[in-house]
């Protein structure tokens, strides 16, 4: 058999990953600590089979960039207004501390000051990957915490691209090759911009027409491809085009996409890939930790750990609070930014190549990645009581919240309106009347279409729909069903239906289902799926289902008769113009 080292690896790695994050999840850790263990036993340093760490790192890559491309869809570009002033402010105040905290640290160690200041800068910048996965895991994404964070870190990647830039300009690796400073930086700023400019008017506008193209021709294959190569390509050609992180580059991809009406149909359908490559992005860096670099410096490991872990979440608190947020948001972006990863390590590589790092400073900062990555998720945990601790210093604590903006700043969620809401999936005749006989009864309707035609007629008529598929549980979320009172289903397939209604029931356990079926073999998958009730026939469907839940609610005799003659009404109506 033909030995292929690319199947040997990604099946190598993924296969320890599962094995150890299993083990460590139910530990109570996170799996990531698992994902980072995974990736020190396929490594170099440990007995028996050994990745190829170059494969690993360009698995990780498509990681990084799909798992940008996710939170570039849901960040629009007025939530990084919203926060631009404490993202650049607090990013560049960061890491100028944490810069000057490393130097000082590596100056302690007789290193020269070039080494040390390169050194602090790689223990400034956080991991693009921990913090969205983070964020994500425990639903802060969207929160005003989660936008600050990922704002700063969008200021924190564009300054490090800077200085990858300019880290060659003024340390060149040979005598004669030094250039202007300034032009180097110029060109670097000016890159930036046209980057910007490009991706914010020619791809706006050229980027949706490509994805409704594509979706016009109804094959969920083709607009899967269409969004994954619009992922990949941008991110690629901006790093090979403008010198920016493919990183960034997939983030802006995110967020022209994200400006459309695809962005939920791209996040659901496209990027079912993302979580498996992220997971090789730990393992990749588990797979760089030599445990005998831990024995040559210990005194300076624990100054790195510390600066990452207490030097750059005390900064980072004391900043957001300073610039007006409440305690509890800044613990949040402090301790979500309290670690280093993909950055830092592709600093150390740049500063080793140029020989500017002292020999111990690369393993120091890989075991300080690890270990910054492995308690990040355990740190966060622990926000709550890391508030109520503070809490329980009354001056300090008013102190802080007095700078705290009157705008509520530290609700994670806005108040949601008091009113009933359904979720019908298909818009057809019978979701057509659902829809129109719920509003009559004050129950809001959110419709979930795969049509476009359709969704664009609807959201034209002032009404709430989503453009996407059911089936995929980020459809439902968006939706709105973890606080929907009913889910009507009268679209798709019994085995569409029975895979929304368990997806359904893992996010609201409470939700009454009531569903549609063709046949009435079909009834006992769906029931068994999770299914209150069960209809057949367009017009009875229409009427049983919104008299379960008007009934629910407490309607009335009179109410139910009225319903009844309206659903004849429309039903024969629909039947005459089809």
Do not use: C
Not at 405 to 424: F, I, K, M
Not at 461 to 470: L, R
């Amino acid at each position: 058999m033909h030995e292929s080292t690319l199947i040997l690896t990604l099946t190598g790695s993924l296969a320890a990953a599962l094995v150890l994050g299993y083990v460590t999840e139910r530990l109570g850790l996170s799996p990531i600590v698992g994902y980072l263990l995974a990736g020190f036993i396929v490594g170099p340093y440990t007995p028996g089979f050994v990745a190829d760490r170059a494969l690993a790192n360009e698995f990780a890559d498509i990681g990084v960039i799909l798992l940008m491309f996710g939170v570039g869809l849901h960040f629009h570009v007025k939530d990084l207004l919203a926060v631009r002033k404490v993202a650049i402010t607090g990013a560049l105040s960061q890491s100028a501390v944490a810069t000057l905290l490393g130097g000082f640290a590596g100056r302690a160690f007789g290193w020269p000051w070039s080494s040390s200041l390169v050194f602090g800068l790689a223990l400034s910048v956080a991991s693009t990957v921990m913090l969205t996965r983070v964020l994500a895991d425990n639903q802060d994404l969207q929160t005003p915490t989660g936008r600050i964070a990922v704002g700063w870190l969008v200021v924190e990647d564009i300054f490090t691209v800077i200085v990858l830039v300019l880290l060659p300009a003024m340390f060149p690796a040979a005598p004669g090759e030094a250039v202007s400073i300034g032009k180097v930086a110029a060109l670097t700023i000016a890159k930036l911009a046209l980057l910007g400019v490009v991706s914010f008017v020619v791809g706006a506008r050229l980027i949706p027409r490509i994805l409704n193209g594509v979706a016009a021709s109804h094959s969920r294959e083709l607009f899967t491809l269409a969004v994954l190569v619009l992922a990949l390509g941008i991110a690629v050609g901006s790093a090979l085009t403008f010198g920016v992180s493919i990183a960034l580059g997939a983030f802006l991809a995110g967020m022209i996409v994200g400006q459309s009406e695809f962005s939920l149909r791209a996040a659901s359908d496209a990027l079912p890939m993302r979580d498996a490559f992220a997971v090789l992005f730990f393992v990749s860096v588990g797979m760089l930790f030599d445990p005998k670099a831990l024995m040559t410096s210990p005194q300076l490991l624990l100054a790195t750990l510390a600066i990452v872990l207490v030097g750059k979440p005390v900064a980072t608190f004391v900043i957001v609070s300073v610039l007006g947020y409440g305690s509890k948001i800044a613990i949040g972006v402090a301790v979500a930014l309290a670690q280093i990863g993909e950055f830092s390590l592709i600093l150390a590589t740049v500063g080793d190549q140029l020989n500017i790092l002292s020999g111990s400073a690369a393993s120091l900062i890989v075991a300080a990645s690890m270990v910054s990555l492995a308690l990040n998720p355990m740190l966060y945990r622990a926000i709550g009581w890391l508030h109520e601790a503070l809490a329980q210093s009354p001056s300090l604590a008013r102190t802080l919240n007095r700078k705290a903006r009157d705008s509520n700043t530290e609700t994670d969620e806005p108040t949601a309106a008091s009113v009933y809401r359904a979720v019908v999936v298909g818009y057809g005749p019978i979701g057509q009347t659902v829809a129109r006989l719920l509003r009559d009864g004050r129950i809001e309707p959110i419709i979930i279409e795969t049509n476009l035609e359709t969704t664009r007629r609807v959201r034209s008529e002032g009404h709430q729909i989503v453009y996407g598929d059911a089936t995929r549980p980020a459809v439902l979320e968006a939706a709105g069903i973890h606080n929907a009172v009913a889910l009507v289903i009268s679209g798709p397939t019994s085995e569409q239906s029975a895979e929304i209604i368990r997806i359904a029931r893992s996010v609201n356990p409470k939700v009454r289902v009531l569903a549609r079926s063709y046949y009435l073999r079909e009834t006992a998958i769906m029931r068994e799926a999770g299914a209150d009730e069960v209809f057949s026939g367009e017009g009875e469907v229409a009427f049983a289902m919104t008299e379960n839940i008007l009934r629910m609610l407490g309607a009335t005799p009179e109410q139910m008769d009225r319903t009844r003659e309206r659903v004849h009404e429309e039903i024969f109506q629909m039947s005459g113009k089809n």
